[in-house]
């Protein structure tokens, strides 16, 4: 017979509710709980419950993490797949990274409209209104291009990319521009223009094969250089900005890559790239914005109330040498990360080797927008900025066949063009936006 407190255990909390129906239902809970190694089994029993219940619901939302993320997932491996497919003879698959930006959409649209394979990645960083970068992928998309949202310093992504597709080239686009923003947030060039390229190095050179890498250098990286026009040859040691160090810092890091590893790369040195869909943060483009909302623009002047002038060059020629450096890419030479022999290693300068200088681009503005600038004439702040550029492009002209074709004048036509109608400043009047 169960103990008095035994029975107590298994009597209602409140008093008179109970009610005895039957002695057989009796003679079960007997046969239950007759004992308190009965009681103990059935305690270890909700234990053992409660934890495959914790167990399983950790599981579920560990998937629910994983399939709710930006990569991943069956439906994103067949994206992938289809936007990678080549629609030419001899074509090629291109992982285009910071194809949202402003030069990695051009190049995109260029290679994809010749039917090359296109895989673009960005990351849709808030450096400048991420909208526009958003606009630049929505059309991307209208032309079956697809863009992986993602981070080039995500070493697993990357690896699941070069695993689904067998590229045979990338383009590497994705850096964080700008030179005056270094003074204010500089772990974000290490992180993207250091570690995001060695990052992508590494998946590159595990690929098998590996694919032939072009990729954006600058020409800040001339730095103080006052030796005019700037040549491939000439020093760079001496970089005036964050910025532009962290670019040299690249060449450098690709010249190890190559040596060691085989990787054939291509390093391009961009001169003030202008033209529709381009970058908020560059002055035409802010100026264009100022100048029509009546605002004061802020134009600099160098030592001795020097004008400053930039070797401005139009995205569409860009876009030409860019496409020019993926023709002439020789293969890698490495495999499983091991080099078999000597690879392909090669700077070209990327400019329109006609300077302008500033008051000029200004003037050429006010002209476009039928608009008269309210100006500020200051002279520079140390912010890491240079005095002038002027790009020597012999070496591009004889090894790539590039030839710059649109002057300032012409090239900000089309892009006051693009910005009345992409912002709107002129409904009536439609414009291909690309």
Same mark, same amino acid.
């Given at each position: 017979?169960?103990?008095?407190? $035994?029975?107590?255990?298994?009597?209602?909390?409140?008093?008179?509710?109970?009610?005895?129906?039957?002695?057989?239902?009796?003679?079960?809970?007997?046969?239950?709980?007759? !004992?308190?190694?009965?009681?103990?089994? &059935?305690?270890?029993?909700?234990?053992?419950?409660?934890?495959?219940?914790?167990?399983?619901?950790?599981?579920?939302?560990?998937? !629910?993490?994983?399939? @709710?993320?930006? &990569?991943?997932?069956?439906? &994103?491996?067949?994206?992938?797949?289809?936007?990678?497919?080549?629609?030419?003879?001899?074509?090629?698959?291109?992982?285009?990274?910071?194809?949202?930006?402003?030069?990695?959409?051009? +190049? @995109?649209?260029?290679?994809?409209?010749?039917?090359?394979?296109?895989? #673009?990645?960005?990351?849709?960083?808030?450096?400048?209104?991420?909208?526009? /970068?958003?606009?630049? /992928?929505?059309?991307?998309?209208?032309?079956?291009?697809?863009?992986? *949202?993602?981070?080039?310093?995500?070493?697993?992504?990357?690896? /699941?990319?070069?695993?689904? +597709?067998?590229?045979?080239?990338?383009?590497?686009?994705?850096?964080?521009?700008?030179?005056?923003?270094?003074? *204010?947030?500089?772990?974000?060039? %290490?992180?993207?223009?250091?570690?995001?390229?060695?990052?992508?190095?590494?998946?590159?050179?595990?690929?098998?094969?590996?694919?032939?890498?072009?990729?954006?250098?600058?020409?800040?990286?001339?730095?103080?250089? $006052?030796?005019?026009?700037?040549?491939?040859?000439?020093?760079?040691?001496?970089?005036?900005?964050?910025?532009?160090?962290? =670019?040299?810092? #690249?060449?450098?890091?690709?010249?190890?890559?190559?040596?060691?590893? #085989?990787?054939?790369?291509?390093?391009?040195?961009?001169?003030?790239?202008? #033209?529709? &869909?381009?970058?908020?943060?560059?002055?035409?483009?802010?100026?264009?914005?100022?100048?029509?909302?009546?605002?004061?623009?802020?134009?600099?002047?160098? =030592?001795?109330? %020097?004008?400053?002038?930039?070797?401005?060059?139009?995205?569409?020629?860009? +876009?030409?040498?860019?496409?020019?450096?993926?023709?002439?890419? =020789?293969? @890698?030479?490495?495999?499983?990360?091991?080099?078999?022999?000597?690879?392909?290693?090669?700077?070209?300068?990327?400019?329109?080797?006609?300077? +302008?200088?500033?008051?000029?681009?200004?003037?050429?503005?006010?002209?476009?927008?039928?608009? /008269?600038?309210?100006?500020? %004439?200051?002279?520079?702040?140390?912010?890491?900025?240079?005095?002038?550029?002027?790009?020597?492009?012999?070496?591009?002209?004889?090894?790539?066949?590039?030839?710059?074709?649109?002057?300032?004048?012409?090239?900000? =036509?089309?892009?006051?063009?693009?910005?009345?109608?992409?912002?709107?400043?002129?409904?009536?009047?439609?414009?291909?936006?690309?």
């Amino acid at each position: 017979m169960p103990s008095k407190a $035994e029975q107590e255990l298994f009597l209602p909390s409140t008093p008179g509710k109970f009610k005895d129906k039957s002695h057989s239902m009796h003679r079960q809970f007997h046969r239950c709980f007759a !004992s308190t190694s009965t009681m103990f089994l &059935w305690a270890l029993f909700l234990v053992a419950l409660t934890a495959a219940y914790l167990s399983f619901q950790s599981f579920v939302d560990s998937g !629910s993490k994983y399939f @709710s993320a930006a &990569w991943g997932g069956v439906q &994103w491996e067949k994206n992938v797949r289809a936007s990678a497919q080549i629609h030419r003879h001899n074509g090629a698959a291109v992982l285009v990274t910071g194809a949202a930006g402003f030069v990695g959409s051009h +190049v @995109s649209l260029a290679l994809k409209k010749r039917g090359d394979g296109v895989v #673009g990645l960005d990351n849709f960083n808030n450096y400048y209104d991420p909208s526009l /970068k958003k606009a630049r /992928k929505h059309l991307l998309n209208s032309h079956n291009i697809f863009i992986v *949202e993602g981070d080039v310093n995500d070493a697993r992504m990357l690896a /699941k990319l070069f695993e689904i +597709v067998r590229f045979t080239h990338v383009m590497h686009l994705a850096a964080q521009a700008g030179v005056r923003y270094a003074m *204010e947030n500089p772990q974000s060039y %290490v992180h993207s223009n250091i570690a995001g390229l060695v990052t992508l190095l590494e998946s590159c050179k595990a690929a098998n094969p590996q694919p032939a890498i072009v990729w954006a250098s600058s020409s800040s990286v001339y730095g103080l250089n $006052e030796k005019v026009p700037f040549s491939e040859s000439d020093r760079t040691d001496r970089p005036a900005s964050l910025y532009a160090a962290t =670019k040299k810092a #690249g060449e450098e890091i690709t010249h190890t890559y190559n040596h060691i590893y #085989g990787l054939s790369i291509t390093g391009l040195r961009f001169f003030t790239v202008y #033209g529709p &869909w381009g970058r908020p943060d560059m002055a035409y483009f802010s100026f264009t914005r100022n100048i029509l909302q009546g605002k004061p623009i802020t134009v600099y002047r160098g =030592k001795d109330r %020097v004008d400053l002038a930039r070797d401005f060059t139009y995205i569409d020629d860009i +876009v030409k040498g860019c496409v020019a450096s993926l023709d002439t890419a =020789k293969k @890698s030479t490495g495999s499983g990360g091991k080099k078999r022999g000597p690879a392909q290693y090669r700077i070209f300068n990327l400019g329109n080797t006609s300077p +302008v200088t500033v008051p000029m681009m200004v003037n050429m503005l006010e002209k476009q927008l039928k608009v /008269k600038a309210k100006k500020n %004439v200051v002279t520079m702040p140390g912010n890491g900025d240079v005095p002038f550029t002027h790009a020597n492009i012999s070496s591009a002209r004889r090894e790539l066949g590039y030839k710059p074709t649109t002057d300032l004048q012409t090239g900000l =036509k089309k892009f006051v063009r693009w910005y009345l109608a992409y912002y709107g400043y002129n409904p009536g009047k439609p414009v291909k936006l690309f």
